[in-house]
């Protein structure tokens, strides 16, 4: 599974839109992107996930370049609530499915 | 949908005791489970995958017999810690992926795990 470098950390101010960059330069033909988030002591929680057409649903919005090198996770409008670490993966479908965790980026959302 | 439950969500308990960890799909059948551990400020850590009906794959370094995983049901995965110790102490997470291709991993809220 490809590889995936995100940010350290972000904060973004209550109400805005959050975008979260990704970093898969090596990603494959038949890897999805896949985005998690977790909120401290709790499990990861799914946002979303895409192959290569952007992808929306009730939590966030997911843009994927033409060339599948990088991503961006957009929450539309922050909230307290999304203070958490965001996971990008870059999983093959046809594999194991194992997810592999990096280090994430941690969002704070500033009130 | 897609709920998965995991229990306890904490447990504190004397060195060589063993503990189990149940992980349930409530909503949906899942062929594979798996098990991750995380340690404080670290990110999660796959220990082994677990398939309905047939023995657990352990990722490199995870000792088979101190964590026995069972995964007797569609809806059910167990991790048994046996003989614990305290540096067995963690935060133990499950996740489950239902039937179906694409389909994501579904996590539990976790067990945290304190050996005295």
């Known amino acids: 599974d490809a590889k995936t470098t995100q940010p350290t950390s972000m904060d973004c101010a209550e109400g805005r839109a959050a975008n979260l960059p990704c970093n898969h330069s090596t990603i494959s033909g038949n890897e999805y992107v896949y985005w998690y988030r977790q909120i401290h002591s709790q499990g990861p929680q799914y946002i979303i996930h895409?192959?290569?057409n952007n992808e929306t649903n009730e939590m966030a919005s997911l843009i994927i370049t033409e060339d599948r090198k990088s991503s961006t996770l957009i929450l539309p409008h922050a909230t307290l609530r999304d203070t958490a670490v965001y996971y990008c993966?870059?999983?093959?479908?046809?594999?194991?499915?194992?997810?592999?965790f990096g280090t994430g980026t941690r969002l704070t959302v500033i009130p | 949908g897609a709920v998965v439950s995991q229990h306890p969500s904490w447990v504190i308990c004397k060195s060589g005791t063993s503990v189990k960890i149940e992980c349930r799909s409530l909503?949906?059948?899942?062929?594979?489970m798996f098990w991750y551990r995380q340690f404080p400020k670290q990110s999660l850590m796959l220990m082994a995958t677990?398939?309905?009906?047939?023995?657990?794959?352990?990722e490199q370094g995870v000792e088979k017999d101190k964590f026995l995983i069972n995964h007797a049901s569609l809806t059910l995965s167990t991790l048994t810690v046996t003989s614990a110790h305290p540096e067995d102490s963690s935060f133990y997470i499950c996740?489950?992926?239902?039937?179906?291709?694409?389909?994501?991993?579904?996590f539990g809220d976790g067990t945290r795990l304190s050996i005295l």
């Open positions: 677990s398939n309905e009906g047939s023995k657990a794959t352990y």
């Open positions: 909503d949906f059948q899942a062929t594979t």
């Open positions: 993966i870059a999983l093959d479908q046809t594999g194991a499915n194992n997810l592999f």
């Open positions: 996740s489950a992926r239902a039937l179906g291709p694409k389909k994501p991993q579904h």
């Open positions: 895409g192959l290569k």
